[in-house]
């Protein structure tokens, strides 16, 4: 009796560690995650905004002369400063709105059965797999003032030729235009997997009560696609704040052409550390560039909630 007690303890140490091991497994699933965001994702946004808060050249980048706030400060006094951000916002407009509507109609056609559905959704994707770089430089050639195939076919109709790239609505029309081109597409495979889960039996009975593909778009796809067009609003906004590969090579400097007349925030950020050599006022325009996103991100998400609260 006494041998068998003795051993109740090793007995039970031993049945806990399986159980232990199994609570714990979870989190070792999960971890090369969290280790490999902590130094690809973490430690960079920290340190840029140790960075920030430093005077630090690009020609010596290994000293730092502490500055407090005066980077944002300065940022604040700088019109170039606040002509990226209005130029960010209008572009992103410019191409964030038309992208995601005519997404939205362009999978609801390939939501019906027609020949060749296959080879239009691979067509679809085709723009977003093209290099930035490559499809930049078309639309580049395609929107010269010159030679331009745009402006070919203005004159062709009577119109006069338009400088794409100097004139600050054209110029920042042809950046949209890429932005579009590229991200329309991949949208509208996103559209149309959330309306292949919409169930086929609202379509038949609305089709049974004589309503119109109009209305069955508009009074059962549309709300059914609310929370994947909510999901695609927030991430073209992130894009569109982030902006930095079509302007740049749209005409080809980092200032945005010859009046900054589309320079965005990123453009801003590659001239101030990359141009002018000021790597710390660079990580302040980053940080700004990140708060504005997480900003907009937490008003398209209220404004989401709000929608769903006023059908409810």
């Given amino acids: ?46 340190y840029t905004a140790y960075v920030s808060l430093h005077r630090v050249e690009l020609q010596t980048a290994d000293r730092m002369d502490w500055l407090g706030l005066q980077n944002y400060t300065r940022l604040l006094d700088d019109p170039f400063f606040w002509n990226a951000l209005r130029n960010t916002f209008t572009i992103g407009a410019l191409s964030t709105v038309p992208q995601l509507l005519m997404a939205l109609g362009l999978a609801h056609l390939l939501n019906y059965r027609l020949r060749g559905r296959t080879f239009f959704r691979v067509a679809m994707l085709m723009p977003y797999a093209t290099s930035v770089a490559a499809a930049t430089l078309v639309f580049a050639q395609l929107f010269g003032r010159d030679y331009g195939l745009i402006n070919w076919a203005l004159g062709s109709v009577g119109l006069d030729p338009v400088d794409w790239q100097a004139d600050t609505w054209a110029s920042q029309f042809g950046v949209s ?28 009975s609305a089709a049974v009560d004589g309503a119109s593909r109009w209305q069955q778009f508009r009074h059962i796809t549309v709300p059914g696609l609310r929370p994947t067009i909510v999901f695609t609003v927030v991430v073209s906004t992130i894009g569109a704040t982030q902006l930095f590969g079509e302007p740049l090579l749209y005409e080809g400097n980092s200032g945005g052409g010859i009046s900054h007349q589309y320079q965005t925030l990123g453009l801003y950020m590659y001239e101030q550390g990359w141009s002018f050599f000021h790597l710390g006022r660079a990580a302040a325009v980053a940080w700004v560039m990140f708060l504005l996103i997480v900003v907009l991100a937490l008003v398209n998400a209220a404004v989401a909630a709000r929608r769903n609260r006023t059908d409810r």
């Fill in 1 to 46: 009796m006494a041998i068998t007690s003795a051993r109740l303890p090793a007995v039970a140490a031993a049945g806990s560690r399986p159980r232990r091991a199994g609570r714990l497994a979870p989190y070792g699933f999960v971890a090369p995650f969290f280790v490999l965001f902590s130094a690809f994702g973490l430690f960079p946004l920290v």
């Fill in 177 to 204: 235009a890429v932005v579009t081109w590229r991200w329309t597409g991949y949208n509208a495979l996103i559209y149309l997997a959330g309306m292949q889960a919409i169930p086929a039996d609202l379509y038949e």
